[in-house]
């Protein structure tokens, strides 16, 4: 899936703060917006190589975006928009649930909101869909790289919709190819663990998909295994 045009190649140099990282570009400090409001520091290391999408707007504060930074030898996505629009062209394609219909996006289930809602059957069904961008040196995934009650909340809302009668999924988008499992990255936050394994544990499907990813763009072409 194309997700980007106007690319340019720079060498990342800092980040002030998380909205904007300076880069390097044809030998000038240019200030960038940051996709992804994530601490990113296993990725945004001094020196890297990353990836800007530059902006046609000309009233725009910031003339490009950083979307993808070269790590370990790979291409990842950094955009954190980008794993929904991957996510809704997969399950469109049958890869998340062959037989799925109806698929919607940002659907108010009571007082919860999940990223998709879709028609399996006579069954109503609904997925929370996390970007991955947290590796470790074998290839194994790690999510969340930071602590997130909001994931903790919409893991729970899960449940209750499962055990409503619902069918439930929470997807994980990794953003980055040769990964060779998923696993709560329990040092960080351990209620994200605890809540993931209790969704299990309830029956709430449980996906870990990878991406085949370059600068321009980023599909999901398989899943590995979730280890909890």
């Known amino acids: 899936m194309r997700l980007y045009h106007r690319l340019r190649e720079a060498r990342f140099l800092r980040r002030p703060n998380r909205f904007i990282a300076l880069c390097e570009v044809d030998g000038q400090e240019t200030v960038c917006h940051v996709k992804n409001t994530g601490r990113c520091k296993e990725l945004l290391l001094p020196g ?4 800007l999408e530059e902006s046609d ?16 030898g790979y291409t990842v996505n950094m955009d954190s928009q980008a ?18 219909t109806d698929l919607k ?15 399996l059957g006579e069954q109503t069904g609904f997925v929370e869909v996390k970007g991955v961008t947290l590796f470790d040196d074998q ?9 997130t009650d909001r994931g903790v909340k919409h893991i729970h809302e899960l449940i209750a919709a499962k055990k409503a009668g619902h069918d439930a999924g929470i997807c994980f988008v990794i953003q980055r190819e040769n990964v060779i ?10 209620a994200f663990g605890e809540a993931l394994r209790l969704a299990h ?10 991406c085949h990813v370059t600068p ?8 590995v295994p979730i280890h909890l």
């Open 139 to 147: 290839g194994m995934a790690f999510f969340p790289d930071a602590p």
């Open 83 to 100: 794993p929904n629009l991957i996510f809704g062209e997969w399950a469109r394609q049958g890869g998340y649930l062959p037989g799925l």
């Open 105 to 119: 996006t940002e659907t108010t289930y009571g007082a919860s909101r999940f990223d998709f809602s879709y028609r």
């Open 48 to 51: 890297a190589t990353v990836w």
């Open 181 to 190: 499992g998923l696993t709560p990255n329990d040092a960080t936050h351990a």
């Open 201 to 210: 544990a309830e029956g709430v499907r449980i996906t870990a998909a990878v």
């Open 216 to 223: 321009e763009s980023c599909a999901i072409t398989h899943t």
């Open 57 to 72: 707007n000309p009233i725009r504060k910031t003339r490009y975006d950083l979307v993808a930074v070269e790590n370990r």
